[in-house]
């Protein structure tokens, strides 16, 4: 029996899962690591901490499955998009991995929206203009990190740091770098008005290689340490949201993935680039001929957070006691509500937010408070609003398909609450399936890895890999309910837009007086 190993380099912890040659799961390790926030500006983590991670995880799976390294047939690898690294000649690193959560730079993104024509620079490589992406990253090192701007022969990004480390070769797949903003989806290569702008050459950018492309020959200590050949064919995989698209059975014409986790997003796939008039949505790429489209969401399992520790402490102690899951009490709860949450809407918007809005000033609030509602009408409106957040991305994704879903794929922390997933078809009026499928990035990597080795010529092997556990019908009596609140819910985010900068110019302000006076 052959053997592939999957790993993902989340933002908060890296994953290696062994698979055997068919796609079935045998078993996964997984390594956390600290982001560092010491602000609601920076997100950022040590690269070497996510580095031993990759080390550490492939090797315990190796050693604790006891594979012979000659029956490992591929690494594939998938991994958070929007990271920077700066890397200074002597290839010793600047920074630490500034996140896609990382929103300092939030003026530059602006200024490159108003003054830079971003519009067209989202048009030419599909990503929205946001402080997450690397191209205002950098513009806003340019202007505030000049000493930093100024010594950096490469930005990487986290996976390119990775691969760095192992062959001392900087590359860089076609997927993550069309999240970059940098990257042009027609050419395939790095956009140059983009460049321009920035005032760096591509010479200071990693070599864009196919997400089939395969490494060989890591040093040897390193293949060593993690129990495999040097000459592993190691391929440099995709990015985390649109392999996990894949690894869901959910990229053929029409099929949506949906995944909720801290964040949140919805994908589909399609075989063009395609970008939206509104710039609402994202456009990746995922091999040549196949692109992913969608909206990631920053409001997505952290409102469960904070709905647990702000509005549940009491339930929260209880279910500890009678050793039940937190989440399971929050969601029943909101159960004994009816649909609708008896006229509370929720906009979710603790975290600022990406799609739809793209708005880093977004803010939360409740609508429609009178002294009927109770503590459980507010959880369910809070998980109400995150999917109506979600609904609106979906809108918008329908718009740029030209057709509407048969079919809703869930995926994430979130698909384990049956009120939830029924909540969502409701919402999203379609019939919602849950894959049963371990790790969806890590197999759709593999899958990718089966690809790039000749194995299969497309990627209809998943739909063997992949099985139903869960399946969800709209109820159209809550579906009426909902459709009335969705519109009150977007015309409301609509007149909220002026306002959301006011007050978070105010908070900003207060928080950093606060500081200063402690």
């Known amino acids: 029996m052959k053997y592939m190993i999957g790993v993902d380099i989340g933002t ?17 390790h997984n390594i956390g690591y600290p982001l560092h926030t010491p602000n609601v500006e920076v997100s950022e983590e040590n690269p070497d901490e996510l580095f031993d991670a990759v080390l550490m995880t492939i090797k315990y799976v190796m050693r604790e499955a006891n594979i012979d390294k000659k029956d490992l047939k591929l690494i594939s690898f998938s991994a958070q998009m929007h990271s920077l690294i700066a890397m200074n000649a002597s290839n010793e690193r600047l920074t630490e991995n500034l996140t896609w959560a990382d929103n300092r730079a939030i003026k530059y993104a602006e200024e490159i929206k108003e003054k830079h024509d971003g519009d067209a620079i989202y048009r030419r490589t599909g990503t929205p203009i946001h402080p997450m992406s690397p191209l205002s990253k950098i513009f806003w090192m340019k202007h505030e990190q000049q000493e930093i701007y100024n010594q950096t022969a490469i930005f990487a990004d986290i996976k390119t740091y990775i691969f760095y480390q192992l062959f001392e070769e900087y590359v860089i797949d076609q997927s993550m770098a069309s999240s970059t903003g940098m990257f042009n989806l027609e050419d395939l290569d790095w956009d140059k008005a983009a460049l321009r702008l920035l005032g760096i050459s591509a010479s200071q950018l990693p070599k864009v290689v196919p997400t089939t492309h395969i490494l060989k020959g890591m040093k040897r200590r390193y293949a060593t340490l993690m129990g495999i050949d040097e000459d592993t064919p190691i391929v440099v995989g995709a990015s985390d949201g649109v392999l996990s698209n894949l690894g869901v059975n959910a990229f053929k014409k029409g099929e949506v993935a949906v995944t909720i986790g801290t964040s949140g997003a919805i994908r589909t796939v399609i075989d063009q680039p395609r970008t939206d008039y509104k710039g609402r949505i994202f456009c990746y790429v995922l091999t040549e001929n196949h692109y992913v489209i969608g909206g990631p969401v920053n409001n997505g399992g952290v409102v469960l957070r904070w709905l647990r520790d702000e509005l549940l402490a009491s339930e929260v102690e209880t279910a500890k006691r009678l050793g039940v899951d937190p989440y399971d009490v929050l969601t029943k709860i909101a159960n004994r509500v009816k649909p609708g949450a008896d006229g509370l809407i929720f906009h979710p918007y603790l975290a600022g937010e990406r799609a739809p809005l793209w708005n880093a000033d977004a803010r939360g609030s409740f609508f429609g408070l009178t002294l009927t509602h109770q503590k459980e009408h507010m959880i369910r409106a809070a998980l109400e609003g995150v999917l ?9 994704l329908i718009e740029v398909m030209n057709e509407t879903p048969s079919t809703i794929k869930a995926t994430g922390g979130f698909a384990k609450s049956e009120v939830w997933r029924q909540m969502m078809a409701d919402i999203f ?14 197999l759709g990597a593999c899958v990718l890895g089966m690809k790039a080795l000749g194995e299969i010529d497309d990627f209809s ?21 909902y459709q009335k609140l969705i519109s009150i819910f977007i015309n409301l985010s609509r007149s909220l837009e002026d306002r959301y900068a006011e007050i978070a110019t105010f908070q900003r302000e207060h928080i950093t007086k606060d500081k200063e006076q402690k």
Do not use: R, W
């Open 388 to 396: 109506y957040n979600l609904y609106t991305v979906y809108l918008a």
């Open 461 to 481: 092997i998943i739909e063997e890999m992949v099985g139903t556990t869960n399946d969800h019908k709209p109820n159209q009596d809550n579906v009426k309910i």
């Open 429 to 442: 009026d379609t019939n919602l399936i849950v894959p049963e499928s371990y790790e969806s990035s890590c």
């Open 12 to 28: 908060t912890s890296t994953k290696a899962v062994l698979y055997d040659e068919k796609g079935q799961f045998i078993m996964k």
